[in-house]
């Protein structure tokens, strides 16, 4: 029977394999030390501290500019436009985290502890909209529900109505679109972690409850929900900060959130400053959900003191409750991908023409290589970093590893801000000392290049590299290290020979994930992109809010494809944490 406890401890947690990998990358702000080696001033320590301080600079950066600006119009914003961006952000922050939470933990428990048909495939698909870009979705409900889409067209023709005045029908530009739309590809976060904790619950505390006259339902609110509160909170604030970094959706429903703000004051009022200050009251947002989802986590902890693969009996569910079950677990399927993945195809097929060509082609060569030298550079300093961990501790250390992982909670928009300040300031001070000392213009060297953006990529991904490694880390014996030491290793090659052979698989996995998250990443490539370049996103952007969502079909279509294959991998992977027997 699990025993719980008072004191300000973390939850047991679960073995670590590649779908646990994901969930301890995600949380991306609890760093234990692997071992418990001495201080060590090195190369790996001093590494992480530079490491530390290029990673954090873009945000040091959006404070300074925001705090003395070139031209101060934070009053002027008080007084107009930060009071409905405030308000409109938290409105869209409720919804989602509502929407999230019941579909994510709701379809969760049925997969996990009922049986019904259809089950063992809504195991893995209910993840499969996480492939979905936001933004993309919007645009195709906008077209499909629009009054000149064909839903409208039906009823009009069906029931003979002729103008808008006759009928009443929702309207999907607004704040509960934009929420609706969110919920229906964010919810697998919830999901995902959700599931990992229903897996991992003790049997016996299930069975107890139910043995003291608790129905399943009543199980499932008194005793389910609560032993895995920890993972939901963490589910839920990750789905929250993927809503506050959203542009594409927001912008396209015109609807007023922080992160618009800071695209709206920055680019339309040619105010950086002003922007910078948006910024900070987003980044505000961003720390309130971390202290929130560390506060909920320390509050209760619990362990299992009994066998941890005790597998758990099914409830076998019939008749109608059974088909409830299978239309609660397909409707978010449905509505989350399927629609729209079969629209964009049925636009990519019918426009293929229009949207095979040339300028496709560079588009989608130049996520890939953006989005490969990400997922290379990522995996790259995540491993470093995961092994300065290995090697020693001490508080500055852990301090410095626990702000890394902060860049993947920071939103793009607010990453762009902070990035292209100092950027553009060396660019500009170089330009000057070249023209007065060589009469040369060095333009726009790095500001301008897609170093930036490659820079901002590794910036808000690099804390899923670093998690994953990290918990690949913790698979390797401690004796495999003093082994090779004593046969006269250095680090470097005790890491070289004796680590990577055995993280092939989370390698590979923390590549998969950073590129796919590069390919979908929007604001900051807005922002952030050299002058007449494109990638897929800001190019299904343009068209998108050019009404051509057919022209863009192709690379919408692309951009799932792209981010299907590992969603299919990862959630197989998930199902593979404990059989369960039916009753």
Same mark, same amino acid.
């Given at each position: 029977?699990?025993?719980?406890?008072?004191?300000?401890?973390?939850?047991?947690?679960?073995?670590?394999?590649?779908?646990?990998?994901?969930?301890?990358?995600?949380?991306?702000?609890?760093?234990?030390?692997?071992?418990? /080696?001495?201080?060590?001033?090195?190369?790996?320590?001093?590494?992480?501290?530079?490491?530390?301080?290029?990673?954090?600079?873009?945000?040091?950066?959006?404070?300074?500019?925001?705090?003395?600006?070139?031209?101060?119009?934070?009053?002027?914003?008080?007084?107009?436009?930060?009071?409905?961006?405030?308000?409109?952000?938290?409105?869209?922050? $409720?919804?989602?985290?509502?929407?999230?939470?019941?579909?994510?933990?709701?379809?969760?428990?049925?997969?996990?502890?009922?049986?019904?048909?259809?089950?063992?495939?809504?195991?893995?698909?209910?993840?499969?909209?996480?492939?979905?870009?936001?933004?993309?979705?919007?645009?195709?409900?906008?077209?499909?529900?629009?009054?000149?889409?064909?839903?409208?067209?039906?009823?009009?023709?069906?029931?003979?109505?002729?103008?808008?005045?006759?009928?009443?029908?929702?309207?999907?530009?607004?704040?509960?679109?934009?929420?609706?739309?969110?919920?229906?590809?964010?919810?697998?976060?919830?999901?995902?972690?959700?599931?990992?904790?229903?897996?991992?619950?003790?049997?016996?505390?299930?069975?107890?409850?139910?043995?003291?006259?608790?129905?399943?339902?009543?199980?499932?609110?008194?005793?389910?929900?609560?032993?895995?509160?920890?993972?939901?909170?963490?589910?839920?604030?990750?789905?929250?900060?993927?809503?506050?970094?959203?542009?594409?959706?927001?912008?396209?429903?015109?609807?007023?959130?922080?992160?618009?703000?800071?695209?709206?004051?920055?680019?339309?009022?040619?105010?950086?400053?002003? /922007?910078?200050?948006?910024?900070?009251?987003?980044?505000?947002?961003?720390?309130?959900?971390?202290?929130?989802?560390?506060?909920?986590?320390?509050?209760?902890?619990?362990?299992?003191?009994?066998?941890?693969?005790?597998?758990?009996?099914?409830?076998?569910?019939?008749?109608? $409750?059974?088909?409830?079950?299978?239309?609660?677990?397909?409707?978010?399927?449905?509505?989350?991908?399927?629609?729209?993945?079969?629209?964009?195809?049925?636009?990519?097929?019918?426009?293929?023409?229009?949207?095979?060509?040339?300028?496709?082609?560079?588009?989608?060569?130049?996520?890939?290589?953006?989005?490969?030298?990400?997922?290379?550079?990522?995996?790259?300093?995540?491993?470093?970093?995961?092994?300065?961990?290995?090697?020693?501790?001490?508080? $500055?250390?852990?301090?410095?590893?626990?702000?890394?992982?902060?860049?993947?909670?920071?939103?793009?928009?607010?990453?762009?801000?902070?990035?292209?300040?100092?950027?553009?300031?060396?660019?500009?001070?170089?330009?000057?000392?070249?023209?007065?000392?060589?009469?040369?213009?060095?333009?726009?060297?790095?500001?301008?290049?897609?170093?930036?953006?490659?820079?901002?990529?590794?910036?808000?991904?690099?804390?899923?590299?670093?998690?994953?490694?990290?918990?690949?880390?913790?698979?390797?014996?401690?004796?495999?290290?003093?082994?090779?030491?004593?046969?006269?290793?250095?680090?470097?090659?005790?890491?070289?020979?004796?680590?990577?052979?055995?993280?092939?698989?989370?390698?590979?996995?923390?590549?998969?994930?950073?590129?796919?998250?590069?390919?979908?990443?929007?604001?900051?490539?807005?922002?952030?992109?050299?002058?007449?370049?494109?990638?897929?996103?800001?190019?299904?952007?343009?068209?998108?809010?050019?009404?051509?969502?057919?022209?863009?079909?192709?690379?919408?279509?692309?951009?799932?494809?792209?981010?299907?294959?590992?969603?299919?991998?990862?959630?197989?992977?998930?199902?593979?944490?404990?059989?369960?027997?039916?009753?």
């Amino acid at each position: 029977m699990p025993q719980w406890s008072r004191r300000q401890t973390e939850p047991t947690r679960a073995p670590v394999n590649e779908a646990g990998a994901l969930d301890h990358a995600l949380r991306a702000a609890d760093v234990p030390p692997v071992r418990s /080696g001495a201080w060590r001033f090195d190369l790996w320590t001093i590494g992480s501290f530079v490491m530390t301080a290029v990673i954090l600079m873009p945000v040091v950066a959006v404070l300074v500019l925001a705090l003395f600006p070139t031209e101060n119009i934070w009053p002027h914003l008080i007084d107009t436009v930060l009071p409905g961006y405030v308000r409109t952000t938290v409105l869209l922050m $409720i919804g989602v985290c509502v929407g999230t939470f019941v579909i994510g933990t709701g379809t969760a428990w049925l997969v996990t502890m009922c049986q019904f048909p259809g089950r063992k495939v809504f195991e893995w698909a209910l993840l499969i909209p996480l492939a979905m870009p936001a933004y993309v979705i919007a645009y195709v409900y906008t077209d499909l529900l629009d009054y000149a889409g064909p839903v409208q067209v039906l009823l009009r023709d069906l029931f003979g109505w002729a103008t808008p005045r006759e009928y009443w029908f929702p309207d999907i530009r607004t704040l509960g679109g934009a929420t609706s739309m969110m919920v229906l590809v964010l919810y697998p976060y919830v999901y995902l972690l959700s599931r990992a904790a229903f897996l991992e619950q003790s049997v016996g505390v299930l069975e107890a409850s139910r043995t003291l006259g608790c129905t399943p339902w009543q199980s499932f609110i008194r005793v389910g929900l609560p032993l895995a509160r920890p993972s939901i909170v963490v589910g839920l604030t990750l789905a929250l900060m993927e809503a506050l970094n959203d542009f594409g959706t927001v912008d396209y429903f015109a609807v007023r959130t922080l992160t618009a703000g800071i695209f709206n004051v920055w680019l339309h009022m040619r105010n950086l400053g002003g /922007g910078a200050q948006i910024a900070v009251v987003l980044l505000l947002f961003v720390i309130a959900l971390i202290l929130l989802e560390r506060g909920a986590r320390r509050k209760k902890s619990y362990h299992n003191t009994g066998s941890r693969n005790t597998p758990v009996v099914r409830i076998r569910l019939n008749g109608w $409750i059974a088909w409830s079950a299978m239309a609660a677990c397909a409707l978010p399927l449905l509505l989350g991908f399927i629609i729209p993945a079969t629209q964009l195809a049925v636009y990519a097929v019918t426009h293929f023409e229009e949207s095979w060509n040339a300028g496709f082609a560079t588009y989608a060569r130049n996520s890939l290589i953006l989005s490969g030298s990400a997922a290379l550079a990522a995996v790259t300093l995540g491993l470093f970093l995961a092994y300065a961990a290995r090697l020693g501790k001490g508080p $500055i250390l852990t301090t410095c590893l626990r702000m890394v992982s902060l860049g993947y909670a920071v939103p793009g928009a607010v990453l762009a801000v902070g990035i292209l300040y100092p950027f553009g300031m060396f660019d500009n001070a170089l330009d000057a000392w070249m023209r007065a000392t060589f009469g040369i213009s060095t333009g726009l060297l790095l500001s301008g290049s897609m170093f930036i953006l490659l820079y901002a990529y590794v910036v808000r991904f690099l804390a899923l590299s670093y998690g994953t490694m990290e918990a690949g880390l913790t698979r390797v014996k401690p004796t495999l290290d003093d082994a090779a030491r004593t046969l006269g290793r250095t680090p470097t090659g005790v890491l070289r020979q004796v680590h990577i052979p055995i993280l092939r698989g989370s390698l590979l996995t923390a590549a998969i994930l950073v590129f796919v998250d590069s390919m979908k990443e929007l604001p900051a490539t807005l922002l952030l992109r050299p002058f007449n370049f494109d990638t897929l996103a800001t190019h299904v952007y343009q068209f998108a809010k050019d009404e051509q969502i057919e022209r863009a079909a192709l690379g919408a279509l692309f951009i799932v494809l792209v981010g299907l294959v590992p969603t299919i991998v990862l959630s197989r992977a998930i199902s593979q944490g404990r059989e369960t027997p039916t009753t």
